[in-house]
Each structure stands twice: as structure tokens, then as C-alpha cells.
């Protein structure tokens, strides 16, 4: 069985500096890897996943995660935050010819200016 | 324009009192979930289906129903809802292996 850990569930970051959100992951076997973004009062967008290709992902809006396996993470990444960037995010894992997300708590991202 | 729509956004009902939220997507998917959003827990799986006729259990289905007669659609049915079942529900479809698309969600308060 697989499962998340998003550690800080509140995140604040100034304008322009670096966003980096942290995802650890357990699993019996090499997982698939997904961040989601979700805006206020909106489902979720897909971000980025990793299914065992590339170890760093791009995603959209500016974003990438890397694929660490001897550190089971797959922290997310922005240089530069924007206004924009402000709303939840979370991590989440599948096992590969398993459908079914394992999500983690999530994290809320705001923006200071 | 691809989409997953979910009927109705906001619900408030009562214990007891049936209730149906429905999902539709139009973009052919054979996969589709139901997921319960909860503070603190993330998201977590209700049921899925593969495909029409065909669904199962996923992390969390006490207390909800589903049927898949139609690709397209994909109710959720809370035949006696309780207020541990206040939550966001979120309905998704699957397109390319393993990007699933969400629906706008369903906030449900039960009183």
C-alpha cells in the first residue's frame, strides 16, 4: 500500500522568492507520482506526474518536481512565485496498472507582496 | 469544451433523506472515481469504474452507491446520509493513463 506525507501544511512565501513544497512517499513498488493544484472553490489540476521517465519533471505554470528515489521524495518546485501561485497543493501516488490517487494532506501556499 | 460537470455545487440535507449527486463527463473515459475531500486528510477514494457496468470499492465507500450505465456518467448516491458524510466530493475521468480530471466538486452539509 502506498501513502503520501506532505510535510507543513502552511506554506508563505514573498513575491519572487523560491516555493518549494516537500512530498515523501512510501510504496512496495515504484509508484507513479502526481502534484495537484487546487484554486479556491475549484477541482483539481494536474501540475506534474512522473511515470518513470525523466527523474525531473516539468510541469505547468513555471513548475518542477524531481523524482528522488533513495529519498522517496518528489518535492515541488518554483523559482519565482507569483500572486497567482496562491491555493492548495497537494502530493499524491498510484501504483503503476493501479488507478486509484493515495493524496497526501496538502499544503496551502500563500503569497506575501 | 472537455470537461467533468457535477450537479448540484452546493447541497444541504438532512439525516436520512436520500440524495444523488451526478457526474458527467463528454470526453469518452472509460475511468472514473469519486473522491470525499476532508481537512487535514487530502483526498480519498469513494468507488470507481473501469468501465460501464463495472465498478468497485475504493478507501472509503461506507454509506454511498454507484452505478455506471452510461459511460458518460457516474452518480454518487448517499441512500441514507449521515453528518460524517458532510464533506467536498469530487467526481474525476481518466483519460491518458494516469491524468485524471476533476470535476468542480460538490460541498454537502448533513444536518
Known amino acids: 500500500a502506498q501513502s503520501v506525507t506532505q510535510l507543513g501544511s502552511h506554506v508563505s512565501v514573498s513575491e519572487g522568492a523560491l516555493v518549494l513544497l516537500r512530498c515523501n512517499y512510501s510504496?512496495?513498488?515504484?509508484?507513479?507520482l502526481f502534484w495537484y493544484v487546487q484554486y479556491p472553490n475549484q477541482g483539481l489540476q494536474l501540475l506534474l506526474k512522473?511515470?518513470?521517465?525523466?527523474?525531473l519533471v516539468k510541469g505547468i505554470n513555471g513548475f518542477e518536481a524531481e523524482f528522488k528515489k533513495s529519498e522517496t521524495s518528489f518535492h515541488l518546485t518554483k523559482p519565482s512565485a507569483h500572486m497567482s501561485d496562491a491555493a492548495e497543493y497537494f502530493c499524491?501516488?498510484?501504483?503503476?496498472?493501479?488507478?486509484?490517487?493515495?493524496f497526501g494532506a496538502g499544503t496551502t501556499v500563500t503569497v506575501r507582496a | 469544451e472537455a470537461q467533468v460537470t457535477q450537479n448540484p455545487r452546493y447541497l444541504i440535507t438532512v439525516t436520512g433523506k436520500k440524495l444523488t449527486v451526478t457526474c458527467s463527463q463528454n470526453?469518452?473515459?472509460?475511468?472514473m472515481s469519486w473522491y470525499r475531500q476532508d481537512p487535514g486528510l487530502g483526498l480519498r477514494q469513494i468507488y470507481y469504474?473501469?468501465?460501464?457496468?463495472?465498478?468497485d470499492k475504493g478507501d472509503v465507500p461506507e454509506g454511498y452507491k454507484v452505478s455506471r450505465k452510461e459511460k458518460r456518467n457516474f452518480p454518487l448516491i448517499l441512500e441514507s446520509p449521515s453528518p460524517n458524510q458532510t464533506s467536498l466530493y469530487f467526481c474525476?475521468?481518466?483519460?491518458?493513463?494516469?491524468?485524471?480530471?476533476f470535476g468542480p466538486g460538490t460541498r454537502l452539509t448533513v444536518t
Open positions: 470526453m469518452n473515459h472509460e475511468y
Open positions: 499524491a501516488v498510484s501504483e503503476p496498472n493501479d488507478y486509484k490517487l493515495s
Open positions: 510504496s512496495s513498488v515504484p509508484p507513479y
Open positions: 512522473y511515470t518513470s521517465a525523466a527523474t
Open positions: 469504474s473501469m468501465n460501464v457496468e463495472v465498478t
Open positions: 474525476a475521468s481518466m483519460g491518458q493513463p494516469y491524468e485524471q480530471y
